[in-house]
């Protein structure tokens, strides 16, 4: 059974810093780009970064570029977010994807997601 399992989200003041984690199981993830998506309440899911399997090709949404940091651990399935200068527009629950290929567009994967939250 494949799991996305989050965590690392909290609450956390204007200016501060969270790292997500995002532990991958189930199966093998090779050839798979991990992600994060994220969504406030009445609004849609919304891309904020993702990383393919060698790491060479990483994307963030504009709202977060400069300011957030993705990467992976192969050998431990897990993809990791670095948040930075959070501010509250950042607020809301952080999902993991995962999707066969070198970009997520249609995930074949959802984790259980994690709140972050911030303060202003």
């Known amino acids: 059974q494949v799991q996305l399992a989050e965590s690392g989200g909290g609450l956390v003041q204007a200016g501060g810093s969270l790292r997500l984690s995002c532990a991958a199981s189930?199966?093998?993830?090779?050839?798979?780009?991990l992600g994060w998506f994220r969504q406030t309440p009445g609004k849609e899911r919304e891309f904020v970064a993702s990383?393919?399997?060698?790491?060479?090709?990483?994307k963030f949404a504009d709202s977060v570029k400069g300011r957030f940091t993705i990467s992976r651990d192969n050998s431990k399935n897990t993809v990791y977010l670095q948040m930075s200068r959070l501010n509250p527009e950042d607020t809301a629950t952080y999902y993991c994807?995962?999707?066969?290929?070198?970009?997520?567009?249609?995930?074949?994967?959802w984790g259980q997601g994690t709140q972050v939250t911030v303060s202003s």
């Open positions: 994807a995962a999707e066969y290929g070198v970009v997520i567009i249609t995930p074949e994967y």
């Open positions: 990383i393919n399997w060698s790491g060479g090709n990483i």
């Open positions: 189930g199966r093998a993830f090779i050839g798979y780009v």
